[in-house]
């Protein structure tokens, strides 16, 4: 009888009811369970240490190029990195200013600890919110839907909708020479179990590469022999929900130095000592992030490339070696990193390392970021295969607003490729197949013109109004902006301008042709030598506007035609677009479609034809002999 009792008390575990479970705590984690608990949803967020809330395993930077359109469109969805990075950040710079504002992108170097600190301190005062430190082992699932989590000591938690955003923990392993950790980023304990689980709903996994630089001792560095490269004299902050005086503080430096021939022949000599080069490491690496040893190789011809030296935060001497990252053997980073000038002395804190780990084939998701096969489970961050914090960001955010809706009983959101830069990599991610850590870039959209991270607030805060993220005050500020934008365009485009002595006089200061007749005040503001701003003095019925409506007014003016032109491109794809499929269809009822087309649609499944006409191994001609299909169904509909 006792032993029963026994036996009986052993199997005793906890057991809790949530609506949302979110495994993993890095940005994409943050931004799923904020969303969750914020749409009023009971959310429960695991992480593996409650100390890598946050964390940046790697430089510790928000933004930069197509990379801050991701964060500003999430804050005007309603997400959190963009406050959190203007409450934490040492160094501002608006990126690409000398090229048009398409590809401007905001870049801040915040402080690693403190943008971890302000996060979990949002995180722990959020309603609805409970933090676990715990390792999720098993996804429990019957009949294909979601029905809750398991953790590694046996507790059960109960639930209709799990997001996954293991980043790089699942079955992670730090390398260097042939020294091989298997941990997770910065020596944190890796999630080794929950892999299995997956691969037994059917979900197909990949092995994937990232890695990071060498950390290093401020004090053994010789700055003199280093380009100083200054934050931006006004700071334009991340947030739309930011008072841009609160962001004009001092900044730090960060620093910009060169390898050389003598760092790339002692890393030539050494490759058959990195597990990248001999085979131990089994994952692929990102193209667009590559390793110093991926650059010498791939690059022969270069005869240096660009080292950022930037640093960790306030609160430490570790500078990280940007443009640096290698799974060299540590002596032999040691000798490359001396030979940079500036970096002959220096003493090495952490080792460059590479991370290997699993993560999804993509593929596998709806636009909505759930999977196909599993009802319930929907997937952000690194874990889908994309590479950096704010890609991992934008997709636990809608990962997690879908999951939310879902339970609501409303639509899933989607945005399209018109829309939004989040559109673009949701898009990518799940239409095209990639074999490498996916990385935004401004290239990879093709509205760029009308997605600029200017005008993040104009284009999605009516969206994030309606999810529920964007209260009534925010929004009522948008709508107004909006107003006299348009206002001041109209004004402008009809006020006349003659060619009288003080017109003339501005015109000559600036270097433009004089007026030989008259001309509207928005014809001046073309002149490429010309801005809303340069023809201020001649306009003295000009109204006060705030600086980012007068910017937004600037640019309207400017590219009036390059705009109107990609509004009539989006028109004709919104057309495709609006051509809804049923994910139940089976192409291979479609006679005329080729073999490949009708394997890649029945793989896919996808929501729309343009969806369907972005699927690499379906042809143009495919498209049309789909439309004509859809057509035929139609009428024989009609007739019934």
């Not at 002692?266 to 131990?280: Q, V």
């Not at 010498?296 to 570790?318: I, W």
């Not at 009809?494 to 600036?510: D, F, H, I, T, W």
């Amino acid at each position: 009888m006792n032993e029963c009792v026994i036996e009986e008390i052993k199997m005793k575990h906890l057991e809790e009811n949530y609506d949302i479970v979110v495994v993993g705590a890095g940005h994409a984690g943050c931004e799923a369970a904020l969303a969750g608990a914020r749409l009023g949803l009971n959310t429960i967020m695991f992480t593996v240490s409650a100390e890598s809330i946050a964390l940046m395993p790697c430089n510790p930077n928000v933004g930069g190029s197509s990379k801050g359109h991701l964060v500003r469109e999430l804050d005007a969805l309603g997400g959190e990195m963009g406050k959190n990075i203007d409450k934490t950040f040492i160094q501002s710079k608006m990126l690409n200013v000398s090229k048009g504002p398409a590809v401007h992108s905001l870049r801040a170097q915040a402080d690693k600890q403190e943008y971890t600190r302000e996060m979990r301190k949002t995180l722990e005062n959020t309603e609805h919110l409970t933090i676990r430190q715990a390792e999720v082992t098993k996804i429990m699932a019957e009949d294909g839907v979601v029905k809750g989590v398991k953790t590694y000591s046996g507790a059960e938690y109960r639930t209709k909708a799990v997001v996954l955003c293991t980043g790089t923990y699942l079955k992670a392993r730090c390398i260097y020479g042939d020294v091989s950790n298997p941990t997770g980023p910065n020596g944190l304990q890796a999630a080794n179990h929950l892999t299995e689980s997956l691969k037994n709903l059917g979900i197909e996994m990949y092995r994937f590469k990232t890695g990071t630089p060498a950390r290093v001792d401020r004090r053994s560095i010789d700055f003199s022999k280093m380009e100083e490269q200054f934050g931006d004299e006004r700071v334009v902050p991340f947030s739309f929900t930011t008072d841009p005086k609160s962001v004009q503080k001092e900044q730090v430096s960060c620093w910009l130095t060169y390898t050389n021939e003598k760092t790339h022949q002692i890393i030539r000599d050494n490759l058959d000592r990195s597990p990248l080069f001999s085979g131990a490491i089994e994952g692929t690496g990102p193209r667009y992030c590559p390793s110093i040893e991926d650059k010498v190789v791939k690059f022969p011809d270069k005869e240096r490339h660009q080292v950022f030296v930037e640093p960790e935060g306030l609160y430490t001497n570790e500078m990280y070696l940007g443009g640096m990252s290698s799974s060299l053997p540590e002596d032999v980073q040691t000798a490359m990193y001396r030979t940079v000038p500036g970096l002959e002395q220096v003493k090495i804190v952490r080792n460059a390392y590479a991370i290997e780990y699993d993560c999804i084939n993509s593929r596998q998701l709806k636009a909505t970021l759930e999977f196909k096969a599993v009802e319930g489970l929907f997937s952000g961050g690194q874990f889908n295969g994309s590479s950096g914090y704010e890609e991992a960001a934008v997709q636990g955010f809608m990962a997690g607003v879908n999951a939310a809706r879902k339970l609501m009983g409303k639509e899933a959101v989607v945005l399209d490729r018109s829309q939004a830069y989040i559109g673009v990599l949701i898009d990518d991610l799940v239409t095209k197949e990639s074999h490498e850590p996916y990385r935004m870039m401004t290239s990879r959209a093709e509205y760029r013109l009308l997605l600029r991270q200017d005008n993040a607030d104009l284009r999605l805060s009516g969206i994030g109004h309606e999810i529920g993220l964007i209260d009534d005050e925010r929004y009522e500020r948008v709508v107004r902006k909006e107003r006299q934008i348009r206002e001041e365009v109209e004004r402008l485009n009809q006020l006349p301008v003659g060619a009288n002595s003080q017109v003339q006089e501005c015109l000559r200061k600036y270097g433009s042709t004089e007026l030989k007749s008259g001309a509207t005040m928005a014809e001046l503001i073309r002149r490429p030598e010309l801005s809303y701003e340069a023809v201020k003095e001649i306009d003295p019925k000009r109204p006060d506007l705030d600086w980012d409506v007068a910017e937004q007014v600037n640019i309207n003016i400017k590219y009036e035609g390059y705009i109107r032109r990609q509004l009539q491109q989006v028109a004709q794809f919104k057309k495709l677009e609006s051509r809804k499929l049923d994910e139940h269809f089976d192409y291979s009822s479609v006679k005329s479609l080729r073999k490949e087309a009708v394997q890649k649609l029945n793989l896919y499944k996808p929501m729309n034809i343009g969806q369907a006409s972005r699927i690499s191994g379906v042809s143009p001609a495919d498209i049309s002999v789909l439309l004509v299909h859809l057509e035929q169904m139609k009428h024989q509909k009609g007739r019934e």
